[in-house]
């Protein structure tokens, strides 16, 4: 029997490590048919061109009349923010309800919300004394970061952290949790019941 296909895009603003993670995957993670960035230097549109994925950077003075008409065009199933850091237009995101998904490097609802994106959320964890943070994978609904939660990981910090090895740490566990997350995308066991998503037809234990 022949597999549904998965048509999606792939949001980024930066390295593009996490759309890497998705394309290096041997699990079936969707047919990435674009990938936009809000910033044209973005080295994860080189890691698409590379694999001969159409790029797309919306003109800044009209972004989101172009990121809908692109969108329009493509007709996705599916919106992946791998590292996006800017907000997705109101509009976009209702027409998309719950089926644009976003990787966020802490275990939300902490260090979360505007401001808060990239090695600042790993200062932040360490301003904050917290012994644990972590990886959440989320729908992307109207406010920032606030959408239903789909899975999180958990990573302990230790007392020789700085930013730069919570991040790395972090980002490790984000590549694992990025594809899984689509691959349960993909296979339809996600469903959205109120701030539940439940996975396969269950509640994730
Ligand atoms: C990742 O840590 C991702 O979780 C974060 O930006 C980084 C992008 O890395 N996203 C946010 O902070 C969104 N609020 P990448 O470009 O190497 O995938």
């Known amino acids: 029997m022949s597999k549904i296909r998965h048509k999606l895009v792939v949001m980024i603003s930066g390295n593009g490590s996490n759309l890497q993670a998705l394309l290096d995957s041997d699990a079936y993670c969707g047919d990435i048919v674009l990938v936009v960035s809000n910033n044209a230097n973005a080295y994860g549109l080189v890691r698409a061109q590379k694999q001969g994925i159409e790029t797309f950077v919306p003109d800044k003075h009209n972004y989101d009349e172009f990121l809908n008409k692109k969108l329009d065009e493509v007709q996705p199933d599916g919106i992946i923010l791998a590292g996006y850091l800017k907000i997705v237009p109101q509009q976009i995101v209702k027409q ?16 979360c919300g505007k401001g808060y994106y990239g090695a600042k959320v790993a200062q932040v964890a360490l301003d904050y004394g917290v012994r644990y943070t972590g990886v959440t994978t989320h729908f992307v ?25 919570l991040t790395n740490r972090v980002l490790e566990i984000e590549h694992a949790l ?20 439940l996975i396969g037809g269950q509640h994730e234990a």
């Open 96 to 111: 998309y309800q719950n089926k644009i998904i976003n990787i966020h490097p802490s275990l939300i609802p902490s260090f």
């Open 141 to 165: 609904s109207e406010q920032a970061d606030e959408g239903p939660i789909i899975f999180q990981e958990i990573v302990a910090i230790n007392s020789e952290d700085t930013v730069t090895s």
């Open 178 to 197: 990025i594809v899984k997350t689509v691959v349960y995308f993909c296979n339809h066991c996600l469903k959205v019941d109120g701030r539940h998503v």
